[in-house]
């Protein structure tokens, strides 16, 4: 055969079939079992695949070699219950409750806009930066010291009219168990359940949400979140205070708004088309009430997906809160906002997965953006996802964001894995799966795959992330987040209302530093 035989160009007749969500996750299934101890391949079924139980695999995901989804030791699951319990009952403990409808009592006074000379300077030059560029001094004390432990107990932050942490578990689908949701949910945050993978199946997303809604309606609670009577007595000052005080009713009150308090924390990751707000509609008729309407390219799909679920939910449901994202430009979110977004989430690429700014070609300008947003006089709540901010909450926070989607450092954990079985080498090494949104296997489970089987448009990385010997907690990565702003509010002398107080300082202070004064900041020991 010479050559120009293999330089034809040959007649093409194939065409691909169409392969559905479902007909995948039986290939998951199929590829799991090659990889499972014999003693639990009878777990691997499509209800533990949907609610994360086992992983959510697919042919082109770099499994590392020797690795076998195993049980997870009895004695390490105590261990890991035991602190979850823990966190969980801190933060929901009728105190802490009280606290929190205190806090939403008094509602959220959104500081107005702060000049800062540095950023209007990058403004007018247009000159983009990275959170990792600037910085907020910390102020002369004036008042008393602040306090680690008070600042933690009350971090707390209004976001969408509910006082919650200000930290949410994003939407990554390999992170995203239903013990996961659960976990975040009342640990005060908000859980984005996917809409990847295997949850790209509308009815099987909404199976899930369901479920997780149910349990938290009926999970029996421990009697350390039970009020004594002067606690109900508060409880009814604060939520009835010109109705006579009935205990059994005040109780009953009570229970019912802690359990909607964490049902409230539950929403779902949708597209920006119709195909968004049919899931929406499913979600919603079984107690979903907050839906993030998610379009990469951020443009005017975005509004119009949001305009539609305000007539269609929203309008008839005033419980109903949409987040529109990801936002490029203040003519857009002024446009979702007036379409009747509740909060705009910002940040492309930036965070542990996307590679969108690298086959784009387009810049991470996170902090431009969102000073351009409040600097346009946008009062909606701001989150952002990726974007750069890594450990920068500060100034975030500072500039105007109310929220920030950390999958990564919180949902690696025991629950994000699904908290029975995980994968395991023979050195006793962890790991979890942990792919972008747009990478290849998430493009598989979609079935984005041109007629020979090749990925179409991969924009994420795959990854297996070694989590070693030692299971982390979900609630413990929350904690160490909590206690990671408090230290920096104490440092920037706030005492009180946390993120309010810290934008109500303004930012006409903040720096740009050096690339020396940043590696100086982290670096440890030196």
């Known amino acids: 055969m010479s050559w120009k035989e293999n330089a034809a160009i040959n007649p093409y007749i194939e065409q691909r079939e169409p392969v559905s969500v479902r007909t995948k996750a039986d290939e998951s299934m199929h590829l799991l079992y090659a990889l499972s101890e014999e003693k639990i391949r009878e777990v691997l079924t499509l209800d533990n695949l949907v609610d994360g139980t086992i992983p959510r695999l697919s042919p082109f995901d770099q499994i590392p070699e020797g690795i076998k989804l195993t049980k997870i030791p009895e004695d390490e699951i105590k261990k890991l219950e035991k602190q979850r319990s823990y966190d969980l009952i801190r933060w929901n403990n009728p105190e802490a409750f009280l606290k929190r409808l205190n806090k939403e009592k008094k509602g959220k006074i959104r500081s107005k806009y702060n000049v800062s000379p540095v950023m209007e300077d990058l403004l007018n030059k247009k000159e983009d930066i990275s959170f990792a560029d600037i910085r907020l001094p910390s102020p002369e004390q004036n008042g008393s010291r602040a306090s680690r432990k008070e600042n933690e107990a009350n971090i707390e932050h209004i976001i969408m009219g509910k ?241 920030l989607h950390k999958a990564g450092e919180i949902g690696i954990s025991w629950e994000g894995i699904g908290g029975k079985y995980g994968f395991k080498d023979s050195k006793g090494n962890w790991y979890t799966m942990y792919d972008g949104e747009a990478s290849d296997p998430s493009k598989w489970w979609r079935d984005l795959l041109d007629d020979l089987g090749r990925i179409q448009f991969p924009e994420g990385e795959s990854s297996f992330i070694n989590l070693g010997k030692k299971l982390k907690g979900l609630t413990d990565n929350i904690r160490l987040l909590r206690h990671h702003l408090a230290v920096g509010l104490v440092f920037h002398r706030i005492s009180e209302n946390s993120v309010q107080a810290l934008q109500s300082r303004g930012i006409a202070d903040l720096e740009k530093i050096t690339v020396g004064v940043n590696e100086l900041s982290g670096a440890y020991g030196s």
């Open 163 to 403: 006082a919650r942490i200000p930290f949410a578990m994003g939407s990554m689908p390999d992170v995203g168990s239903a013990l996961a949701y659960v976990t975040m949910a009342m640990s005060g945050g908000l859980a984005f359940i996917a809409r990847d993978k295997i949850l790209a199946d509308i009815d099987l997303q909404v199976d899930l949400v369901k479920n997780i809604i149910d349990f938290l309606k009926n999970v029996n609670l421990p009697p350390q979140l039970i009020p004594n009577n002067y606690e109900l007595k508060q409880f009814w000052e604060i939520v009835s205070p010109n109705e006579s005080f009935n205990s059994d009713t005040a109780m009953q009150r009570y229970m019912k708004q802690l359990r909607e308090s964490w049902i409230a924390n539950i929403a779902i990751a949708i597209e920006a088309s119709d195909k968004g707000v049919e899931r929406a509609k499913k979600a919603y008729d079984v107690g979903c009430k907050v839906f993030r309407v998610y379009s990469p390219e951020g443009g005017r799909e975005i509004v119009t997906t949001v305009n539609k679920l305000n007539e269609n939910l929203k309008a008839k449901d005033n419980e109903v809160k949409i987040v529109a994202g990801q936002v490029m430009h203040v003519s857009i979110a002024q446009a979702a906002v007036k379409a009747g977004a509740d909060m705009l989430c910002i940040g492309v690429g930036g965070g542990r997965q996307c590679t969108t700014p690298i086959n784009a070609d387009i810049p991470v300008n996170t902090p431009n953006l969102l000073y351009s947003l409040r600097r346009a006089g946008i009062d909606a709540d701001i989150s952002i996802e990726g974007g750069g901010v890594g450990k920068h909450l500060i100034t975030a926070f500072a500039m105007g964001a109310d929220l």
